[in-house]
T-cell receptor, first 115, second 111 residues
Framework: GAGVSQSPRYKVAKRGQDVALRCDPISGHVSLFWYQQALGQGPEFLTYFQNEAQLDKSGLPSDRFFAERPEGSVSTLKIQRTQQEDSAVYLC?????????????FGPGTRLTVT | QQPVQSPQAVILREGEDAVINCSSSKALYSVHWYRQKHGEAPVFLMILLKGGEQKGHEKISASFNEKKQQSSLYLTASQLSYSGTYFCGTDWTGSNYKLTFGKGTLLTVNP
């Protein structure tokens, strides 16, 4: 079946603009994760959903970052008033279950560049 | 709390073996290994759980020493397709979902 998809793949925003990044997880996957990956670094946890419930948002860098998954499938990561330090690749991953013993399937990411 | 990976980079010739290490300053509940090729999504390789359970691909092997708080990934008879950056992700909080990834090990396999 189809994997995790993300859109757009690339986004250029001027500083101060709002952006919305979309993630379509694998159908039926309970868990959904957002990560931020800076150049040359590993993915850094942002937030976690179990179905439509956002159970952990401890990794969101500031209150400018907001994520939702209203119907327990598609998720959107919104960044308000973007700053240059927000430039990174934003990865979405989904997992079949809510247990750590299930692998996470990653999407190709959205590369955000803030100018 | 970020795990430390070593080496940072390694270059192999096809057919050679490599070991990538992942060490934590915290006790770990599980270790996950992923490979990421340039510009692509990370791809799952292996999960090692506290207590010895493992899940992963047949041609990849790994160890998890809970006492030493470290894991090693063993790549044998490397192929060109093994090239990429290898990340270990650790669950040190016991959250059962939250992974902290290392900075990665860049593996290059040459013909």
């Amino acid at each position: 079946g189809a994997g995790v998809s993300q859109s757009p793949r690339y986004k250029v925003a001027k500083r101060g603009q709002d952006v919305a990044l979309r993630c379509d997880p694998i159908s039926g996957h309970v868990s959904l994760f957002w990560y931020q990956q800076a150049l040359g670094q590993g993915p850094e946890f942002l937030t976690y959903f179990q179905n439509e419930a956002q159970l952990d948002k401890s990794g969101l860098p500031s209150d400018r970052f907001f994520a939702e998954r209203p119907e327990g499938s598609v998720s959107t990561l919104k960044i308000q008033r973007t700053q240059q330090e927000d430039s990174a690749v934003y990865l979405c991953a989904s997992s079949l279950d809510d247990s750590i013993s299930y692998e996470q399937y990653f999407g190709p990411g959205t590369r955000l560049t803030v100018t | 709390q970020q795990p430390v990976q070593s080496p940072q980079a390694v270059i192999l010739r096809e057919g050679e073996d490599a070991v990538i290490n992942c060490s934590s300053s915290k006790a770990l509940y599980s270790v996950h290994w992923y490979r990421q090729k340039h510009g692509e999504a990370p791809v799952f390789l292996m999960i090692l759980l506290k207590g010895g359970e493992q899940k992963g691909h047949e041609k990849i092997s790994a160890s998890f020493n809970e006492k030493k708080q470290q894991s090693s990934l063993y790549l044998t008879a490397s192929q060109l397709s093994y090239s990429g950056t290898y990340f270990c992700g650790t669950d040190w909080t016991g959250s059962n979902y939250k992974l902290t990834f290392g900075k990665g090990t860049l593996l290059t396999v040459n013909p």
